[in-house]
């Protein structure tokens, strides 16, 4: 049987940048990587861009295979993981082979979530996870772009209004339904989600929040889309944005212990020994340590990542993984909105400070909260700022004090003030 | 008196022909096969035939002239060799030791006050067992401020490790010098090797002697071997002197054995010493007792012992007094070390009584160092055999015949008397 | 992954001026758009000074990390380079970098950043006040990176301190063929010559005497060189070993002119023996046999400056060196390297000791760096044939109070003694501005050579 110091399960963000964490510490352990896709690793935040056809599909991996063989890593394509033997450090891949590890990392991401809808599976429907189902999406929203069709998307993510953006520009007639009573739920606040709806609005879009899709029916080669208040559409295209859910198929009966995602400690270890796992398949602690949604955006899957493969390689210099903390940057129709870390709870007590400029009609929109003089959370639409200093004053609880109209009035030059300060 | 080269013409005339001992025959052959100099002339001469890559000097009387000729032998191209002006005597022997680190074959010369500031690498040297050859034109030791003869230097630093030959003759010391080498660089030894000669007596007393043939030296001392053992050297890295001992590890072990070592080096020592002598004495025709010399000692009563050049005023009296019918001997230390302890105690088993003549004291013992040593080895003689300590020619004090006539009377007090635990001052009258 | 060339940045230099950013924004604009800035100079009115926002060239960039386009990432010349093919414009990014270094331009239509203008930074050219510097220590530390390291790899060193930096960087530029001298010190402690039979580095290493380093080296170069062996004679040796007990073999060899690398490594004092004075202990400082008590105030002497001791020796090369400015002390590695090929060759590194004076020992690079910003620590550069010269402006020294804070070994003192030291060190700027002013003005030439050692004087043309 096979022998490896280090199995890396997964080949997207998070597990590349563990691999590179463990070669950075260590440069003579063997190392495997186990891809389930046949293809070299592609990043699922740049699938819209492939829908769009900004992205040409040979351009979109992550690394090359040369890149792999520099590292002396063993890079394998279409070995999923069946099942995992930790009591004997022992992985079952579906083929039936069998692999020994010293040490290894779960980083095998998240599947689409299908929402539990009456009639979903007898009609055709689209997910955008892999590359696969962005060429297939492609291929149908041109046509669907060129016939004039309806396009019917569920979700209003990220990835149900990105697509639904390709969607209108290709041409079709797009509605978005979200069940939440706004797009892009725990990305932005309620303003900055207006703001965004509005866009969409003025460029065709029907947005339907706080309503359910309670039935698809098959309709031609489309569907027809049943609403919770009895209203229907017609779809030619029906897209499923509903959310991931974490790809742990193979963890059953292994130990490791699953929840809403893979539970890990601060250090990305799993309840298994010489078991770590990192990014969309764990549940991921948010840094507040409230009910702030965490995890599932790309910097936390790199963070994790970066935080298993040094714990694993035994670097001395890893620190805990701090929890996960909310950021999005999102370009909608050659506009911009960004959001780092949460929101103030609806009953907030009075050592939250919430600022806002540009209400209704201004050229932008920004929203400051702070708890205690220190930085809980920035949204801004059509406001430059640079969300990786925000995190990191979000992270380091700066004390933003007296700087706090100037953060409102410039956040860009006045967070990289103050960061340069802190930095040098 | 043909092949007698006036020295002084050879080396004043830097524009004449250059004399490179057995490098070239058509030189060769005005190569001074006889000379008339001094110790200091002598020793340096030795050194030219020696060949040494590396000669390290600081000036100290009486000992400065030799260094003169070393350097004048240097700046002819009579001797190939890198000449370090270094600036004391504590650096003169740390070139050294870089050098013979670095394979160099070494020459230095010292002596009294140059060698106590030389201390701390000298007795680090033996330590190396690095085979550098020295000089010690004996001098006394200050205070009182002296630049005199005396072998009050040599005498002190017995305990530290050197091999120490003590030179009789002019001869002597060019021949020991050149023999010194072949002792140190043995590869059972690995020891330096100081050659003393007294100051004043032999460092300034001129007389004829023979200068050996440099081919023939060349092939009796062959071509260096000084740092097999211990390098610094690129071509073959390696850690010299690393910290050693301490409670763990093989330390203290490897402690041992290199004091163990060293004192092998030393016994081994004995043995070389006499084989060298042995062959110079069949190349060169000229035989020393390697050891310890017995002089006239056949039926003899009593005897002197001495050590270095006043064993030639002793050998007058010991004559002397044969002439007068008393039946005395004499018995004159070369190698004090190692120290000569068969080879003396064989000497001593054939007299009932001794008297040593130091030019050095051994303040504690209110005796001289060489009395002390004799009484050491007495200890192991067949017999008991009473021993006079006698101390003569500190500073640089005339030791003459009449001197020893009365060292030789008071010796012969202990044939019928005790022996008095006072030392005999022989210069304490002298004005 | 190698580390790279960085723009370094003094906040106290900068003015705000904006000339950087002028100069930036005129290299990166096309006839089609006026491009924004990759430099971004902003004011801090809190802390009342200025700031730089600006691509940092990170050794591990987490800005490609996060690129879901692979858009991003560090080539073989160090800089971070962004692919305009692959990007979508997502600005993940600009979440992926704390220094605000890649930002999103709406001129130009897509994330920006700055690439160190193919090796001559424009906005570097552009600062007139010295407050941004293209630092290319990192090139250096590549290609010392790409040599032997001669050490072995677990040191017996304190925490902190920086003589393993001084040891490792020496030797991988000096190299194997070299014969190493280290004597009873801190290098030795370390384990250079090894412990019981093991060995501590990859070239022949001994411990001379303390006494005895530069003349063993005579030897040793010497008898090497009468054997046409081009063999490198260097010593690692403390102040005590190199200024005290050994300075009389030192000033021998450095007079007699023989070819030696001698690094002294000054600590200030008997460090590795717990923390004794030596002749280069400050004035005031606290040691173990200048203690602080009733009476006692700590030493009472000023340091000897045995670096300009040994300039009067007329070697070929002397030099003072700080491991907080690692270019220079490569370059004046170098140079000494090169002089000791034809003669002496004298190197002072000042080496704060963590355990001996007294501070956290996170801390070491901050206090060599503060002693050279202080001027007490002073860098400069001697060659025979050019003079002395300043390594960098001494005009405006922070106060010596914020080098003296830093450390334990003068936390006793009183206002009298502060105030001694601050004259001490003022007045050895004011020697050493003399002396390289000497050599600045033509008019003053002909008197610096009879001051100043200088072999050739028709070469300098004064």
């Known amino acids: 049987m096979e022998l490896f110091d280090y199995v890396v399960l997964g080949a997207s963000h998070a597990g590349l940048e563990a691999l590179r964490a463990i070669r950075a510490h260590d440069a003579d352990g063997s190392i495997a990587v186990l891809d389930r896709e046949a293809r070299l690793p592609v990043s699922p935040t740049v699938l819209p861009y492939v829908v769009s056809g900004k992205c040409a599909a040979d351009r979109v991996a992550l690394r090359e295979r040369s890149w792999f063989d520099t590292q002396r890593v063993d890079y394998r394509q279409q070995a999923a993981a069946a099942a995992l033997d930790t009591a004997n450090s022992r992985l079952r891949l579906a083929d039936g082979r069998e692999i020994s590890y010293g040490k290894l990392l779960l980083a095998t991401g998240a599947a689409p979530a299908l929402p539990p809808i009456e009639g979903l599976s007898d009609v055709s429907f689209h997910v955008l996870r892999t590359l696969d189902d962005a060429l297939a999406l492609r291929d149908v929203a041109s046509k669907a772009g060129r016939s004039a069709g309806r396009a019917v998307v569920l979700g209003a993510g990220l990835v149900g209004m990105h697509a639904a953006e390709n969607l209108v520009r290709a041409g079709a007639g797009v509605t978005i339904v979200e069940m939440r009573g706004q797009v892009l739920p725990g990305y932005f606040d309620p303003l900055a989600a207006a703001r965004i709806e509005a866009v969409f609005r003025d460029k065709g879009v029907e947005v339907l929040t706080g309503r359910r899709v309670k039935q698809v029916a098959p309709r031609d080669e489309g569907c027809t889309v049943l609403l919770d208040d009895g209203e229907a559409r017609d779809a030619d295209l029906l897209l499923a944005a509903a959310g991931v859910r974490p790809e742990v198929s193979y963890l059953a009966g292994s130990g490791v212990a699953v929840e809403r995602g893979i539970v890990v400690d601060e250090f990305m270890r799993t309840v298994a020994d010489n078991v770590w796992a990192a990014g969309d398949v764990v549940q991921t602690r948010s840094f507040f340590a409230d009910g702030t949604p965490a995890g599932g955006i790309l910097p936390d899957a790199v963070e994790q990542g970066r935080t298993a493969g040094m714990s694993m390689a035994g670097d001395p210099g890893v620190r805990p993984y701090p929890g996960g903390v909310s950021l999005n940057t999102y370009g909608f129709f050659g506009r911009r909105a960004l959001s780092v870390g949460r929101d103030a709870p609806e009953q907030a007590g009075s050592e939250w400070d919430v600022l806002v400029r540009g209400g209704e009609g201004a050229d932008g929109y920004l929203k400051l909260v702070l708890r205690e003089g220190r930085l809980q959370g920035i949204f801004g639409v059509d406001v430059l700022f640079d969300p990786g200093i925000m995190w990191e004053l979000i992270l380091r609880r700066v004390e933003i004090g007296a700087r706090r109209d100037a953060l409102l009035e410039n956040p860009q030059d006045t967070a990289r003030a103050l960061m340069s300060g802190l930095w040098r | 008196m043909n092949d007698v080269v006036e020295k002084t013409a050879l080396l004043a005339d830097p524009a004449g022909e250059r004399i490179v001992p057995g490098t070239d025959t058509a030189v060769a052959k005005k190569a001074p096969r006889i000379l008339v100099c001094d110790g200091n002339e002598a020793a340096a001469w030795g050194v030219v035939l020696s060949r040494p890559d590396m000669v390290a000097v600081y000036p100290i009387t009486p000992q400065s002239s030799l260094a003169e000729y070393v350097a004048q032998f240097v700046a002819d191209g009579v001797l190939d060799a890198e000449l370090v002006e270094a600036e004391g005597e504590h650096s003169v022997l740390s070139v050294l030791h870089g050098a013979a680190l670095a394979g160099a074959r070494t020459y230095t010369a010292s002596c009294g006050q140059g060698l106590a500031f030389m201390f701390e690498p000298y007795f680090r040297t033996p330590n190396l067992r690095l085979p550098i050859v020295m000089s010690i034109v004996n001098r006394d030791g200050i205070t009182p401020q002296c630049v005199w003869g005396g072998q009050q230097d040599a005498m002190t630093v017995r305990e530290v490790g050197w091999v120490q030959l003590f030179c009789e003759t002019v001869q002597e010391v060019l021949d020991t010098i050149v023999m010194a080498y072949r002792i140190a660089e043995d590869r059972s030894v690995m020891l330096p090797v100081n050659v003393n000669h007294d100051g004043n007596y032999l460092s300034n007393g001129i007389v004829r002697i023979e200068l050996p043939d440099q081919t023939e030296v060349d092939d009796f001392l062959g071509t260096p071997d000084v740092n097999w053992h211990a390098a610094l050297d690129p071509d073959r890295p390696m850690g010299v002197d690393p910290l050693t001992g301490g409670a763990t590890g093989p330390g203290p072990a490897l402690f041992v054995g290199y004091r163990r070592g060293h004192c092998e080096g030393m016994q081994n020592a004995l043995r070389v010493i006499v084989e060298v002598h042995e062959e110079w004495a069949r190349r060169f025709g000229r035989r020393y007792a390697p050891l310890v010399e017995e002089y006239r000692l056949d039926g003899a009563d009593h005897a002197l012992v001495t050590i270095g050049s006043m064993a030639g005023a002793a050998k007058d009296a010991v004559d002397a007094a044969r002439d007068r019918g008393e039946r005395v001997g004499l018995i004159r230390i070369k190698t004090l070390r190692p120290f000569p302890l068969d080879a003396l105690v064989a000497a001593l088993d054939k007299v009932r009584a001794v008297g040593v003549v130091d030019r050095a004291v051994s303040y504690g013992w209110n005796s001289g160092p060489v009395h002390q040593e004799t009484l050491a080895a007495l200890q192991h003689c067949g017999h008991r055999i009473p021993c006079l300590s006698l101390i003569g020619g500190l500073a640089g004090a005339d030791l003459t015949q009449t001197h020893f006539e009365r060292a030789i009377a008071e010796t012969a007090k202990l044939l019928d008397a005790p022996c008095p635990r006072e030392p005999v001052w022989l210069n304490a009258e002298d004005r | ?462």
């Open chain 3, 1 to 462: 992954m190698s580390a790279t060339p960085t723009i370094s940045f003094d906040p106290a230099r900068c003015d705000g001026c904006g000339d950087c950013m002028s100069a930036c924004v005129s290299a990166k604009s096309t006839v089609e758009y006026i491009a924004q800035s990759r430099i971004r100079i902003v004011r801090d009115d809190e802390a009342g000074c200025w700031g730089v926002a600006q691509c940092r060239q990170c050794g591990d960039p987490r800005c490609a990390s996060v690129c879901p386009a692979a858009a991003l990432a560090k080539g073989d010349d160090g800089i971070v380079a962004w692919d305009a093919e692959r990007c979508v414009n997502c600005l993940l990014c600009t979440a992926g970098c704390i220094y605000g270094g890649i930002a999103f331009s709406p001129a130009e239509g897509h994330v920006v950043k700055c690439d160190q203008c193919a090796g001559a930074p424009q906005c570097v050219s552009a600062c007139t006040r010295g407050a941004l510097r293209y630092v290319n220590a990192a090139k250096l530390y590549n290609r010392w990176g790409e040599l032997e390291d001669l050490f072995v790899p677990g040191l017996g060193g304190c925490q902190g301190c920086n003589t393993e930096l001084i040891m490792r960087h020496t030797l991988r530029r000096v190299g194997p063929n070299t014969v190493l001298a280290t004597p009873p010190g801190c290098i030795p402690g370390m384990g250079s010559v090894g412990y019981n039979g093991m060995l501590g580095c990859k070239v022949p290493v001994f411990h001379p005497l303390l006494t005895n380093t530069a003349s063993m080296l005579t030897g040793i170069r010497r008898q090497y060189r009468r054997k046409g062996r081009k063999v490198t004679a260097l010593a690692l040796a403390g102040d005590g070993g190199a200024g005290d007990v050994g300075f009389q073999s030192l000033s021998g060899a450095a007079e007699r002119g023989e070819q030696i690398l001698f690094v002294c490594v000054d600590n200030e004092g008997y460090m590795n023996t717990g923390a004794q004075r030596s002749g280069s202990t400050t004035y005031g400082a606290w040691t173990a046999t200048t203690p602080v008590g009733d009476t006692g105030r700590g030493k009472t002497q000023d340091a000897k400056n045995l670096p300009l001791l040994m300039m009067w020796h007329g070697c070929e090369y002397v030099a003072t060196a700080s491991t907080a400015f690692m270019e220079d002390f490569y370059a004046k590695l170098e140079a000494a390297l090169d002089a000791s090929e034809r003669g002496f060759a004298y190197l002072h590194l000042y080496s704060p000791c963590t355990s001996g004076w007294r501070f956290p020992s996170a801390s070491n690079i901050e206090v060599a760096r503060k002693a050279v910003e202080t001027n007490f620590a002073l860098l400069w550069e001697y060659r025979r044939d050019r003079g002395l010269r300043l390594s960098r402006d001494i005009d405006d020294p922070a106060p010596v109070t914020e080098y003296l804070e830093l450390l334990g070994k003068f936390r006793h003192l009183d206002a009298a003694q502060t105030a001694h030291i601050q004259r001490h060190v003022a007045a050895q700027a004011q020697v050493l501005r003399d002396l390289a002013g000497m050599h600045q003005d033509d008019g003053l030439s002909h008197c610096c050579s009879s001051i100043v050692p200088q072999a050739v004087r028709h070469e300098t043309g004064g």
